[in-house]
Structure formats: C-alpha cells, structure tokens
C-alpha cells in the first residue's frame, strides 16, 4: 500500500520531538529560515544530557508565536495527549531517541523505553486524532541494516540486521511505524541516515569530540585501528532532505538519507588536526596528530556503513550540497566561534560524560 501525493504537503501545527537535540535544533532552525513552512512548531523535548534549550535561544525569541516549548517526556502518553489537544497538532516530526551506542551498551534499558515505547505512545497518540491527523514521519538511522563488506551501499531493501542495543531499538521503532501505516492507514514516512555533522552536536560523538578534546590539549580516543568506515552527510543537508519527504514524498515510503561521502574515522582525526594546526595552532606548537590515541575497540563496533540515497534523488530529487571538506571545515569554525556555547557544555553534561568515559 502506497498513497501518491498530489501536491506539496502543508502542515499548520507541526510536533518534533527531540527539537532541543543536535539534528532536531538545527531541523527547526531550517524550517524557520523561510524554507516553506509558515506554520506553528511545537518543540517535545525530555531535555536529557544531550537536549540543550541554549541551542534554540534565538528561535524563542525571534518567533513569539510559531514557536512553543513543552519540557516532556515521550513515554508520558498521558501528557503526550495533551499536549497533542493543546495544540491541534496535525503532524510529528520525531527525532527524539536515546541515540549513543556506547551508552546502549551500558544501559540498554533505557533505549527501550525511549526508542521503542516512547514511539509506541506518539503512534497512538497521532493514530487518535483520526483524519486531523495527516503525516508522522520517523527520523531513523543506517545502524538499522547491520555492518557492510568491503563494497556495497544499504539500500531501503536492504534486510535488517542491528548489531548494538542502539540499533535494534531503532529497528523495531522502524517496524512500529510501518505496522501503524499498514495496520491502520496511519500516514506516515521513515528515513533512514547516515552519521550527521555539523552545529549543536554533543560532543560525545566523533567529531565535536576530537574537535574539543585537541583545542583542549587531551587525547583523541580513536577506537581499535581506526579504519571503521561511516558515510558522512552535514546535519543542513539532512534537514532538507526531511522537509523533501515531509512535503513531497510517497505516504508509507523509506527513504535513505546520505552524504557521499565514506571516510575512515582515523582520516576524519587526522583532517581534524590538519585544519586546527592551520586556525588554532597548539601553545606548544605540537601537531594535533600527537594527541591521537587508540584505544579498545567496542564491542559489537559495525566495520562500514555506506547509504544509496538513489531512490530519493530519483524520486524526489533530493542530493547533498555540502562535500564533506567543506561540510567540516564549517564546522570546525562553528565550534571555535561559539565559545559561550563550548563553555556551557563543558561545565555541564559534556563534562560529566568525560569523566565517566575517559576519567578527565
């Protein structure tokens, strides 16, 4: 069952969830910046380590209005559904999920109440408003379809096979909403993504990691040999491709999401280090690339992912703007720019994170 758009989708009360987040922060901005969409964003936030309300400042301030905050938590169906009355709201955008696989490794328990039950509750909660109800679209991950070879792209038929407590939870997050649009007509789209750089990203992940860590003289932790491969794709790419499905896709379609762009992590490290040795040079003088340090591989670590984001060129004719050169040189720039909004990480969560993973 497939139903054809006849015309671009327009949303007047649209949910995200997770909109405090790294992808869901900038998402919001992308649609506030005059990209199509004059109505009304509702942002579900649960606010946990990595939802940070300083990455929405601006938007508060400058759309009294069309922009509205409800601090909650996904697996609260009872205030879900009042926040969906509240607001008339006629479309998710649901980014919100435990998102780290280190941390689904120590706790899984918490991936399955947010990425599986918290989905379950917004599926029902959006399945409740009936025929005011027009679109839920699920922001997934490539993690979903298991590690590749040496060659090959995931596709959307690619079969599942999630090797992290992470994935398997977004897995069957994935299955939720495909049985709720089966199952109950409920209309709704998945996307399936590459790892995503850019602004506002915790600085648990790779790249703000390393970033941070050699402005700040420590080791830059790269797991077993380094050659992992991830397909790269910059987080303003990733939005546009969302707000392309969102309006313009097929109800009841995947769509996978990428950048073009696979690179081994210990490149990704040592490009890093190149850039900052050019605009931020050490005190000592040292090159970055002697802070690296490898350390013990993670269990279950996925060798390559690598997406065919065919069927959405194709189809809709979507295509990533940013090469992954300049995609990560803005983004270098855009760390050392917002030195206000380092400081507040550090001092804060980003702070507690480290000394729980690296004791410093």
Known sequence: ?????????????????????????????????????????????????????????????????????EKADICDAAKLTEIFLKYDIDAVCHFAAESHVDRSIKDPGSFIQTNIIGTFNLLETAKARGDKFQLFHHVSTDEVYGSLGAEGLFREDTPYQ???????????????????????????????????????????????????????????PVYGDGKNIRDWLYVEDHCDAIWTIMTTGNIGETYNVGGNAEIENITIVQMICVILDEISPALNKKPHRELITFIKDRPGHDRRYAIDFGKLHRELGWSPQESFKSGLQRTVNWYLQQKKWVENIKTGAYLSWMKEHYGS
Do not use: W
């Open 162 to 220: 999630p090797n992290s407590p992470y994935s398997a939870s977004k897995a069957a997050s994935d299955h939720l909403v495909r049985a709720y649009f089966k199952t109950f007509g409920l209309p709704a789209t998945i996307s399936n993504c590459s790892n995503n750089y850019g602004p506002y990203q915790f600085p648990e992940k790779l790249i703000p990691l390393v970033i941070l860590n050699a402005l700040a003289g420590k080791q830059l």
């Open 1 to 69: 069952m497939r139903t054809k758009r006849k015309s671009r989708q327009e949303f007047k009360n649209l949910l995200v969830t997770g909109g405090c987040g790294f992808i869901g922060s900038n998402f919001i901005r992308y649609l506030m910046a005059n990209n199509g969409f004059s109505g009304r964003i509702i942002n579900v936030d649960k606010l946990t380590y990595a939802g940070n309300p300083e990455n929405l400042e601006d938007i508060t301030r400058d759309f009294p209005g069309r922009y509205y905050f």
